[in-house]
């Protein structure tokens, strides 16, 4: 009896040898900071390397501080899978404190796999001093010039300035760019192998900022050497791209959108079987609304800030009702009372008419295309949505992530409509594409991925937790669940309930509500999850 007592722990050992991979952390983490001294409010950098030493690819990694005095200003982003065997060097960017003092800046690191599995326990402890009589680095100083405005699709030049102020040489092992979606590198100079004593070099590099909207920082990596130390430096600077499509001439937009181009310049906004519905066309001359609408989106930089501004104005100009009268746009103009319809079809050439690639979207049940008419506009990151009806102006994963997308997800997957984009040329009857799966492709991850985005860094582990025990038409009607309320709201209330509660609520729900017809608006479901309604 006391033999098979003690050959408990010696299997125990022996399993934890064998099979020891199986208890292996998914990689190997290493925290710095480029700097422990730092001025009130100034910014400085945690440079996270990541190894994938597991056995599946990683998707995502999230920094949690331990001390809210610190704000992440930026973000960096994440490769769509590291490889097992590959890794990264992520850099994240950070307000200190505004008060002076000694800080103790507590780190973690959330991994997350291919198989949606949240790996913890890495942690960085790092002591930061914040004074005004933080100075430069004492080995290297690291200066970068660069533009603090381009517009999209224009090419700069940045100088990046390294000197070495000892009085011994320094090995310089490597230098990399942060930059931003869509930013390019397009030349560089050669970094030399080591920088002497007192000795200052000037390199000069070139981006080409994309067709896009972007603000935030570009930041410059230096790891070098000093006596078989490594050691790295940063310098971040600010930089903002510009995107007015409606300032630049045909060739620039045909190469910025592509096969998209023809969304901008199609003569008709929806097709021939609405104006036999209602007995008008839904032809335009972009040259007739180009200057109003130029009025209307002042100085928009971005096709979403157009969007935003066109809607802000119609919401100021019109009153809605459900009757239409007319399929063209320069009618529905001087009109004061418009269908939702209506609306969609004037944003629809008002963007269009400033050159951004527009069209409508509507429901198409076999026969009747003119159902939930919506306006998506397309951008670099892809295709937003306008809907006008229920108050949205995003992206289209933000729409998938709305309280209005479930039933629209219903009416699809139960009762068998399609989600087609109108693309007239000839007006004879049905003319338009299935866009279907550009809604419903890959929609858990695109749900899970909003969703975590909007939560607080420490409940995502317990939003993993909970989705791991559903099963998968449960994980995606919890999904629809959790992006109905506000950010506040869905933090709120996950952070009060316990796991096991979560998960039996929302199975519970499911199995009440899933044969039955959703409600336009699924904040209705969520104010009953979260205990607001009897």
């Known amino acids: 009896m006391v ?16 099979f020891g991979c199986l208890f292996k952390p998914p990689a190997e983490v290493r925290f710095s900071v480029d700097k422990t001294l730092v001025r009130p409010g100034g910014t400085l950098h945690v440079m996270v390397f990541v190894n994938n030493t597991g056995k599946v690819g990683l998707t995502g990694a999230t920094l949690v501080l331990g001390d809210d005095n610190f704000q992440i200003l930026q973000e960096p982003k994440f490769p769509d899978l590291l490889k097992v065997g590959d890794s990264v060097q992520l850099v994240w960017i950070l307000r ?3 008060k002076p003092g000694v800080y103790n800046l507590k780190l973690s690191l959330e991994l997350t796999d291919e198989l949606k599995r949240s790996w913890t326990g890495f942690y960085g402890q790092f002591r930061i ?10 080995e290297l100083k690291l200066n970068v010039e660069a533009p603090s405005t381009l517009k999209g699709g224009e090419t700069a030049q940045i100088n990046v300035t390294i ?3 000892l009085e011994v040489p320094v090995d310089l092992r490597d230098i990399s760019f942060n930059l931003m979606d869509g930013m390019k590198l397009l030349s560089a100079d050669a970094l030399p192998d080591t920088l002497d004593a007192n000795e200052k070099i000037e390199l000069s590099y070139t981006i080409k900022a994309p067709y896009a909207y972007r603000d935030g920082y570009i930041s410059v990596i230096v790891k070098y050497s000093l006596s078989g130390a490594e050691s790295s430096i940063v310098k971040s600077v600010p930089l903002k791209v510009v995107w007015r499509p409606w300032e630049e001439d045909d060739e620039t937009l045909q190469t910025a959108y592509g096969l998209r181009y023809h969304w901008i310049t199609d003569e008709y906004i929806v097709d021939g079987y609405w104006m036999e519905r209602y007995n008008s066309t839904s032809a335009f001359n972009g040259t007739d609304l180009r200057n109003l609408t130029l009025k209307v989106i002042g100085n928009a930089e971005s096709e979403f800030q157009a969007a935003q501004a066109i809607y802000d104005w119609m919401m100021r100009t019109y009153s809605f009702g459900d009757t239409t009268s007319t399929l063209e746009p320069s009618k529905i103009l001087p009109q004061d009372r418009i269908s939702y319809a209506e609306a969609q079809i ?3 050439a008002m963007l269009r008419s400033v050159d951004v690639p527009a069209r409508i979207v509507t429901l198409f049940n076999g026969t009747n295309c003119t159902l939930w008419p919506m306006t998506e506009f397309y951008t670099a990151d892809g295709w937003y949505v306008a809907d006008i009806k229920h108050g949205f102006v995003g992206s289209l994963d933000e729409y998938l992530a709305s309280p209005y997308f479930p039933k629209l997800y219903q009416l699809v997957t139960r009762d068998g409509y399609r989600i087609v984009a109108q693309s007239p040329s000839s007006l004879n009857g049905h003319e338009h594409v299935d866009v279907t799966g550009d809604f419903l492709a890959d929609l858990e991850d695109r749900l899970l991925r909003i969703v975590t985005e909007r939560l607080k860094p420490e409940l995502r582990s317990k939003l993993m937790i909970v989705m791991n025990n559903l ?10 669940l959790f992006s109905a309320p506000s950010k506040e709201d869905l933090n709120r209330v996950l952070s009060t309930y316990s796991t096991r509660k979560i998960e039996q609520d929302v199975k519970t729900m499911y199995e009440f509500y899933r044969t039955m017809t959703w409600s336009d608006d699924f904040t209705r479901y969520w104010k009953i999850f979260a205990g607001e309604v009897g």
């Open 129 to 138: 001093t914040v004074s005004d009589e933080a100075g430069p680095p004492d």
């Open 96 to 98: 200190a404190p505004l």
């Open 163 to 165: 000197e070495n102020t």
């Open 3 to 18: 033999m098979r007592k003690a050959l408990v722990p010696v299997v125990f050992i022996l399993v934890v040898l064998v």
């Open 346 to 348: 004037l944003m629809t």
């Open 471 to 480: 099963d998968e038409n449960q994980r995606l009607y919890a999904l629809f």
